[in-house]
């Protein structure tokens, strides 16, 4: 039976975010069932590539319902989120966390409804769809499945940011733009900064856990367009810990490389992960990651577990993660966690693509064909044109430094 679709009036009484801290166990636990394909929250959410489907017919350019002359009209946004959802009900409630933090602080002609729905794709698509005739802009949805089911409907006729990615080469509609946040794309942004460091090749590391491997994939994609050589090892795993003989393996291969010139290690690993390989292949080969080499929330890093095993390995993460004197950081207040609760970096993140995912909402409500937006996700550059919608979103670089990841204003 379809879910209920929930109109709800929002009423802005402050923010109140539960999130359950990631411990070992944990994210070992996440690790393996990434592994079996379960869907799980975050920037690492595995889901099957979308098939190709015929794009709705729409402008080149997003425009919402034209004014009447006289009053401003008010522009009605909608937030679809899967807050029905037992797997991804805190990721969920995270985004529209971040979501209203900005929405109460720009909302002047904007109303907002918030349409709960399961992860279900079928039912996502039905909501989307009954949605249309009371919006003006949708907000999400949040999983590469159910943009996929979206896309594939056809039912896409006004401004859609899709708060995921989407895999394969199937055309997206013209009106939908895709900001999710994507470990793929800091693989490619990580390649870039390889190459600046005149690095020639470097060794790419995954396991077989889905966002590793598609991690992997897209750095290595990069590499080969910039002249940046690479070797792939996939490194077997269990429950999160590599296998031993598999990092020996690493060890022997680049203590090879030291006299062949210089070299560095992609690891599209997380922070656990990477941590087992520095203790055998030691800290002299240069060591590059993604957002998920960073475990620690920024309002907790005074009293985080340090890491001092990381010393020197370079990662990409999000400014609301490594910036807090960034000028759009500090605008915003941070989610309210309950006393017996701990922060999540992943939930973090999510509550940073909320509001950004207001920002740039607000942005075509006002019917800008391109701008950019300096956000708590990173610097975003958007686009509409003849040929559809464009996104890039550039992260900045950081150092783990006595035991904490510590933003660096150059990627050296």
């Known amino acids: 039976m379809l879910a209920n679709k929930r109109m709800i009036e929002v009423v802005l009484c402050g923010l109140c975010l539960c999130l359950p801290a990631l411990t070992t166990a944990q994210t070992a636990a996440r690790t393996s069932a990434q592994t079996e394909g379960t869907e799980t929250p975050g920037i690492v959410m595995p889901e099957p590539a979308p098939q190709k489907a015929t794009p709705a017919e729409t402008p080149s350019a997003p425009k919402p319902a034209s004014s009447d002359p006289g009053a401003p009209k008010t522009i009605r946004l909608t937030l679809l989120l899967p807050l029905d ?60 499945s159910g943009a996929a089911a979206i896309v594939q409907s056809g039912a896409v006729r006004l401004p859609t940011v899709s708060l995921t990615q989407l895999d394969g080469e199937g055309e997206v509609p013209a009106q939908m733009l895709n900001m999710g946040l994507s470990v793929e794309d800091e693989a490619r942004e990580a390649a870039g900064w390889i190459v600046g460091n005149k690095v020639k090749k470097a060794y790419v590391l995954c396991t077989g856990v889905a966002w590793q491997r598609r991690a992997a994939k897209a750095f290595a994609a990069k590499a080969r367009s910039v002249g940046l050589g690479t070797e792939l090892i996939e490194l077997g795993s269990s429950y999160g810990f590599l296998s031993a003989l598999d990092v020996e393996r690493v060890k022997k291969a680049v203590q090879a490389e030291k006299s062949f010139g210089a070299y560095s290690v992609f690891a599209a690993l997380d922070s656990a992960q990477i941590k087992q ?66 922060r999540s970096a992943d939930m973090e993140r999510l509550y940073a693509l909320g509001i950004d995912a207001f920002r740039v909402a607000l942005q075509i409500a006002q019917q800008q064909k391109q701008f950019e937006v300096d956000g708590v996700t990173g610097r975003l550059k958007v686009a509409f044109d003849k040929s559809g919608s464009h996104f890039t979103r550039t992260e900045p670089f950081a150092i783990y430094r006595e035991g904490l990841p510590t933003y660096l204003s150059e990627g050296r």
């Open 85 to 144: 959802s037992e797997n991804l009900g805190r990721a969920a409630t995270a985004v529209r966390e971040g979501f209203l933090a900005a929405y109460e602080s720009e909302k002047g002609t904007l109303s907002l409804n918030i349409v709960s729905t399961s992860d279900i794709p079928e039912e996502i698509v039905s909501s989307y769809t009954n949605s249309l005739a009371d919006s003006d802009i949708v907000i999400g949805p949040l999983t590469r």
């Open 277 to 342: 390989l520095r203790e055998v292949i030691g800290n002299e080969p240069a060591i590059y990651g993604t957002s998920q080499t960073n475990p620690v929330p920024m309002p907790d890093r005074i009293t985080y577990e340090h890491l001092p095993e990381l010393n020197g390995v370079r990662l990409i993460d999000i400014p609301w993660q490594l910036q807090p004197d960034h000028a759009a950081v500090m605008i915003y207040p941070r989610a309210v966690v309950e006393a017996n609760q701990k």
